[in-house]
């Protein structure tokens, strides 16, 4: 199968609010590139999960203003093609991994299981938070900060008097995201009793930003320059090393900033470098990747608990989980989203 092919498929499926951009399939790519290299290969000396999180949100939030703000999809479209988009597979994975949980003799409960399969794990129940269950469900954190904002940002549509004003109202939202994202890292009385960092509140600046900035990137255009971008996301994984501690606060406070005129200003770049995030492989990582972010984490945790520093083992469960990705995406996630998008 071709990968135009693929690509059809995949905007048949349910993204045709826009028309796909190859270099944008590679930047999702690049996403989940750096997912999976930090939970198979993880380094002492770089937070590069972290930043593939943070590089897709940057493009969620690019892609949502552009439907919302730009094109005003009328909003039971919008919900229509992220229903149809991403309740399935998820819906089908919090079921296989409470069922399981469940049949094994260690059930997390109706509790746990309603609050996952609503977006609200990150918050409730507190105990125990989203990364200590024993099941591999903390990855579902970045989904739910996903949902949030997209229901965040569709509300602003209703509000008549924000048109044309959004943009601000989203790079200060953004920007206050960042001031409660310090102040629960370094005001220990308001760290909440989970994990800080899974919180929207404290990490919907990504996607608030690039959001508010997608609305003015085009008065911006004239005075960028072709290697801004580039250099931007270079800056940005500089500041993700964990090299010094202070290296991380200043990622915080700038990483949202760089990554959102990164992406924004992707088509600006030398040819070189949107024809580098077209590469093939690139291209078919992006367009699986949610499939593939979804369906990894069981085997990165196996992976971690029994061959913690075993290069072998951890690359082959790489290699089923990028299979079994695959699969979940032919067989289940574009079906799935064809279907309830001629049904509905």
Not at 205 to 233: D, E, R
């Amino acid at each position: 199968m071709s990968i135009k092919t693929i690509t059809d498929s995949a905007t048949n499926h349910g993204d045709s609010e826009l028309e796909r951009v190859d270099y944008l399939d590679g930047w999702r790519g690049l996403a989940i590139a750096l997912v999976l290299q930090r939970h198979f290969f993880d380094v002492r000396w770089g937070s590069f999960g972290q930043l593939g999180v943070d590089v897709f949100f940057c493009l969620s939030g690019l892609l949502m203003s552009r439907i919302l703000f730009v094109k005003r999809t009328p909003l039971n479209i919008f919900y229509k093609r992220r229903i149809s988009r991403i309740l399935p597979s998820f819906f089908l994975y919090i079921c296989v991994i409470y069922g399981y949980a469940y049949v094994t003799g260690n059930p997390l409960g109706w509790r746990d299981f309603i609050s996952a399969l609503t977006f609200l794990r990150s918050y409730y129940p507190q105990t125990p938070e989203i990364f200590s269950t024993g099941y591999p469900i903390g990855h579902i954190w970045s989904l739910n900060v996903e949902e949030h904002c997209y229901v965040l940002l569709s509300l602003f549509t209703l509000w008549r008097f924000m048109k044309g004003r959004e943009a601000f109202l989203l790079i200060a939202l953004g920007s206050a995201s960042i001031g409660i994202r310090l102040l629960y890292d370094f005001v220990p009385e308001y760290e909440p009793q989970t994990s800080s960092w899974v919180r929207t509140e404290a990490t919907s600046s990504f996607l608030l930003i690039s959001a508010g900035y997608a609305l003015i990137s085009k008065q911006v255009a004239p005075f960028v320059k072709p290697w801004m971008p580039i250099a931007a996301l270079a800056l940005s994984i500089i500041l993700c090393l964990k090299f010094a501690d202070w290296l991380l606060v200043v990622f915080s406070i700038s990483a949202p900033f760089l990554l959102a005129f990164s992406v924004n200003h992707l088509a600006q770049t030398p040819a070189f470098f949107r024809n580098a995030l077209s590469i093939r492989p690139l291209r078919l990582l992006g367009i699986g990747s949610y499939s593939i972010y979804l369906w990894q984490q069981p085997f990165y945790i196996y992976a971690d608990k029994a061959f913690s520093d075993d290069f072998t083992f951890h690359a082959l469960f790489l290699f089923m989980a990028l299979i079994l990705g695959a699969v979940m995406f032919y067989c289940f996630e574009n079906p799935s989203r064809l279907y309830i998008n001629k049904a509905w």
